[in-house]
């Protein structure tokens, strides 16, 4: 976890433990080989030490906010890029349509590498909200609702 917490991430330009307690952390290697940070806090008065530290705590909330605004757009570029090969499948009713053989379902593993990984034709029956629809067979065996990303458009 310490080490975690002191790593610097690019994402926030700061570390973990910067940003909950206003400060980086003190190795346990500065204490033996005392560095320029240690050396600067030693040779302060209490009073000086404490202003410093209000200072520090009072910047905290900047610091937070800082690295919030460029969690958000570090999270904004990665939904365009994603978003940019998403391909967005819409099928209306009657379309004929190929189901995506899900393994969890054949609960026996058969076939090999050449066994399909579509199943169908099936058509379309009815459309639902944010892409789930309800399929049928030839047989009039009804499957779904099913999310359409499970889908792809058949060609007969």
Known sequence: MWTYRTTYRSVTQSTPYALVYGV????PLELEIPS???AIQMGLTEEENDKLRLAELEALDDKRLDAQQKLECYQARLTR???K???PRSFQVGDIVL????HIIIS????NKFTPKWDGPYVVQEVYTNGAYKIVDNDGLRVGPINGKFLKRYYA
């Open 36 to 38: 320029l940070r240690i």
């Open 108 to 111: 026996h593993k058969t076939g």
């Open 99 to 102: 189901a995506v053989r899900r």
């Open 24 to 27: 980086e952390a003190v190795l």
């Open 81 to 83: 890029a994603f978003n």
């Open 85 to 87: 090969k998403v391909r």
